[in-house]
């Protein structure tokens, strides 16, 4: 029996060292939480077609912490943020669906950022709806685009994404 337990520690060490093994981790974490930090401001769907800022990033606690909030304001406003963790970057998403997952920055080809669920995720179950994963592509300082994939009872449903540019903020808008 004893064994067995020793057997059954060793491979959930090795499970969560593999997990561990796809995470941007160290410096590399650091400066994907800088890149985030540039993105300080207002930004705007590419085709013009939202006259309010979609999201704004704003950066606080002396540069350790990244904040996205989306549709500001709005009743289905969510919020984002972005930070250091155990050497890892990790995001918790403040979500309209009443939950609040947590992701970890891992490695995935053709993407410039990408985050997925970190083990349950802090949800109660990963059968309920929410977010999974987010994909982000920088297309120059002032553009990019954003993808969040959303999950019910364990299947992706289907994938929220926007093209983006940042503006400089209207007079109206620093009333």
């Known amino acids: 029996m004893r064994c067995l337990s020793i057997c ?21 974490a650091q400066a994907q939480l800088d890149r985030l930090s540039a993105l300080e401001g ?39 943020v972005y930070y250091l963790e155990d050497d890892a970057l990790k995001l918790v998403h403040y979500c309209a669906l009443g939950n609040r997952p947590r992701m970890v920055a891992q490695s995935k080809e053709g993407a410039d950022l990408y985050f997925a669920l970190d083990g349950r995720g802090g949800l109660s179950s990963v059968n309920e709806n929410h977010m999974h994963s987010a994909e982000f592509h920088f297309e120059g300082v002032d553009r990019m685009s954003q993808s969040w994939a959303l999950y019910r009872e364990g299947v992706e449903v289907e994938s929220h994404g926007s093209e ?12």
């Open 164 to 175: 983006l540019e940042r503006r400089p903020a209207r007079a109206s808008d620093d009333r």
């Open 42 to 80: 207002s930004w705007y769907t590419a085709d013009g077609s939202q006259a309010e800022p979609v999201l704004t990033y704003q950066t606080i606690a002396a540069g350790s912490v990244v904040v996205e909030t989306q549709f500001a304001g709005q009743p289905h406003e969510m919020m984002t």
């Open 8 to 28: 059954a520690l060793l491979l959930a060490s090795c499970s969560t060292l593999s997990n561990r093994s796809h995470w941007i981790s160290g410096d590399h």
